[in-house]
Nanobody, 116 residues
Framework: QVQLLESGGGLVQAGGSLRLSCVAS??????MGWYRQAPGKQRELVAV???????NYADSVKGRFTISRDNAKNTVILQMNSLKPEDTAVYYC????????????WGKGTLVTVSS
């Protein structure tokens, strides 16, 4: 059974930084990434990283956020710098199972609040 443990959310002032971490267990994984959902909006991709290290970012976070992973620890990290109030959302970890690539698992989410 795949389990995802997210941590690192919280309250920060605009311009500040936060680091989100997601530890996955129960399988090995291809793509690992982060999505977010702000109040009243649809869930959107923030950043994703493949097992080989290729990354993709939403245009709104390019140059401010960095995604990385430790394959040995099944961990994906999202370093968020220069945070803006519009980054306020619940951030969800998302992973693609290596042996069942059509299956994606979601974490429960961690709240990031950026005050102006």
């Amino acid at each position: 059974q795949v389990q995802l443990l997210e941590s690192g959310g919280g309250l920060v002032q605009a311009g500040g930084s936060l680091r989100l971490s997601c530890v996955a267990s129960g399988s090995i994984f291809n793509a690992m990434g982060w999505y977010r959902q702000a109040p009243g909006k649809q869930r959107e991709l923030v950043a994703v990283i493949t097992s080989s290290g290729r990354t993709n970012y939403a245009d709104s976070v390019k140059g401010r956020f960095t995604i990385s992973r430790d394959n040995a620890k099944n961990t994906v990290i999202l370093q968020m710098n220069s945070l803006k109030p519009e980054d306020t959302a619940v951030y969800y970890c998302n992973v693609q199972r290596f042996y069942s690539p059509l299956i994606y698992d979601w974490g429960k989410g961690t709240l990031v609040t950026v005050s102006s």
